[in-house]
């Protein structure tokens, strides 16, 4: 049977794309020798390298002046490596959840040690981050703002760019290339790869260079962007398999039409999961309409059909549904819906939903 995978992260991955990664496992361009034992210093793992730098820039439309780095420790290192890179004096967070308030968390030892400071200038966290905070006050002379621009515990997103005249921080760890960006509104993007464009192991930071050094501040090596920019994110040892995988993903994006096409995609694949859940009677959205998720859709059953959870979950999986209960600290149920997830998907569950309302 068809398996359907709605994991949140790590996640589904093009099938084409781990055909590749399974053939350079075993023979990586043409060395005789799999990818997982060849040095990263090697002219092909370099080429691996320049060219899924390349792809990024050209798929994104990353302006001169900004640079792309594939280095370790997760979206969660960056929470505390931002700040801790751009933040000068004073910087503005917006509060839309778990990983939201981690990056915040993060800051708060920056301040500690350098005597800077954050403002929350906004949370949704009132109604258990089910929205966007729409309405607040950004502070003149801030270094910049950071928020999360997709919530995926919560299945809430920003569907554009935030409008501000603030330089703009952000953590599109489970949207990155699902839409347009443009990204000379912002200093840092940055991300765990594992949703939209890798195994797990990488971490994408796209860098604008002058935003950089700005102030005087000893950064450990490791913790300072400029030392994986000026290596070309080869100062210590990069996720090779993981970065490996990446380019694959962004060779099929290219192929596929790359971002118009993703983000036609994505929109097609949540308005046909969205309008199913609206029109079915067992189940009910848990966002603001307006702030629903393309990447995570949120849902639970209908206050009526509470008891009808567990056995929705088991008639899903039985028909090859994998990874759509909700997250623990919301439970119900979550799809994700990532770029690598084709349409037929989506449509089979939509069928499952169709099939138990016509059951009950
Ligand atoms: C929006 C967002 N930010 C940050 C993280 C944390 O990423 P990592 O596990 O790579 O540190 C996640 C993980 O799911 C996430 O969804």
């Not at 765990?192 to 930071?205: C, D, I, M, R, S």
């Not at 059909?305 to 209960?325: S, W």
Request: hydrophobic share 40%; charged share 25%; proline share 3%.
């Amino acid at each position: 049977m068809k398996k359907h995978n709605f994991y949140a992260g790590p996640s589904i991955l093009n099938r084409g794309v781990i055909e590749n990664a399974a053939k350079g496992v075993l023979d990586f361009a043409n060395t005789g020798l799999s990818v997982l034992e060849v040095s990263h210093r090697g002219k092909e793992f370099q080429a691996v390298m320049d060219e899924a730098v390349a792809l990024f820039k050209e798929l994104l439309d990353v302006p001169e002046g900004y640079e792309v780095i594939f280095v370790g420790g997760g979206a969660s290192l960056q929470f505390f490596m931002a700040p801790l890179n751009l933040l000068g004096k004073k910087a503005a967070y917006i509060n839309t959840g778990t990983w939201s308030t981690k990056a915040i968390e993060q800051a708060e030892y920056v301040n500690k040690m350098f005597g800077t400071s954050i403002e929350v200038i906004a949370s949704s966290e009132d109604k258990n981050f089910t929205y966007i905070p729409k309405n607040f006050q950004v502070p003149e002379g801030i270094d910049y703002l950071h928020y999360t621009s997709n919530n995926t515990i919560y299945g809430t997103e920003y569907h554009k760019d935030l409008d501000c005249k603030a330089r703009l921080v952000c953590d599109m760890s489970s949207d990155i290339m699902s839409r347009p960006v443009d990204v000379s509104k912002y200093d840092l993007i940055y991300g765990g790869a594992q949703k939209n464009l890798a195994p797990a192991g990488v971490t994408f930071a796209i860098v604008r260079k002058d935003a950089l050094g700005k102030f005087e501040r000893s950064i450990p090596t490791m913790l300072d962007y400029n030392t994986h920019i000026k290596k070309g994110s080869m100062f210590n040892t990069p996720p090779v398999f993981p970065i490996f995988v990446l380019l694959q993903t962004l060779k099929w994006y290219k192929e596929i039409g790359g971002i118009k096409a993703l983000d036609k995609r994505n929109a097609e694949k949540a308005q046909v999961l969205y309008d199913e859940i609206d029109r079915n009677k067992l189940f009910k959205g848990t966002v603001a309409a307006e702030d629903r998720s393309r990447m995570n859709v949120c849902f639970v059953m209908n206050d009526e059909y509470q008891d009808l959870q567990d056995e929705f979950f088991k008639f899903a999986t039985e028909r090859g549904m994998v990874g759509i209960k909700g997250h623990r600290s919301v439970g119900g149920f979550r799809a994700s819906l990532y770029n690598a997830m084709e349409i037929d998907s989506v449509k089979a569950l939509v069928e499952a939903m169709k099939d138990f309302e016509a059951k009950h």
